[in-house]
C-alpha cells in the first residue's frame, strides 16, 4: 500500500466515524425528544458517542 492509499484511507475512515457520529447523535436526539433517556438503546448510543468523539479528536489533533 503507497502512501497516498493510505492517506485515502484514513481520510474515509475519518469521513465515516464523522458519519456515524452525526447520525448516533441524530437518533439520541429523537430519543431525548420522546422522552426515553434510561433506556439501554439510550445508552448504548451514548457510549457509542463518546467513542466516536474520542475517535473524532484524535483524528483531528493528527490533522485528518
Same mark, same amino acid.
Given at each position: 500500500?503507497?502512501? !497516498?492509499?493510505?492517506?485515502?484511507a484514513?481520510? !474515509?475512515?475519518?469521513? %465515516?466515524? &464523522?458519519? !456515524? /457520529? @452525526?447520525q448516533?447523535?441524530?437518533?439520541? +436526539?429523537d430519543?431525548? @425528544?420522546? +422522552?426515553?433517556? $434510561?433506556? @439501554?438503546?439510550?445508552r448504548? /448510543?451514548?457510549?457509542?458517542? =463518546?467513542? /466516536? $468523539?474520542? =475517535?473524532? &479528536?484524535?483524528l483531528?489533533?493528527? %490533522?485528518?
Amino acid at each position: 500500500m503507497t502512501d !497516498e492509499q493510505r492517506l485515502a484511507a484514513y481520510d !474515509e475512515f475519518a469521513q %465515516g466515524v &464523522r458519519a !456515524e /457520529l @452525526a447520525q448516533v447523535s441524530e437518533r439520541m +436526539d429523537d430519543l431525548r @425528544a420522546q +422522552d426515553k433517556v $434510561k433506556t @439501554a438503546t439510550y445508552r448504548q /448510543l451514548f457510549a457509542a458517542r =463518546i467513542t /466516536l $468523539k474520542d =475517535i473524532d &479528536r484524535r483524528l483531528t489533533e493528527r %490533522g485528518l
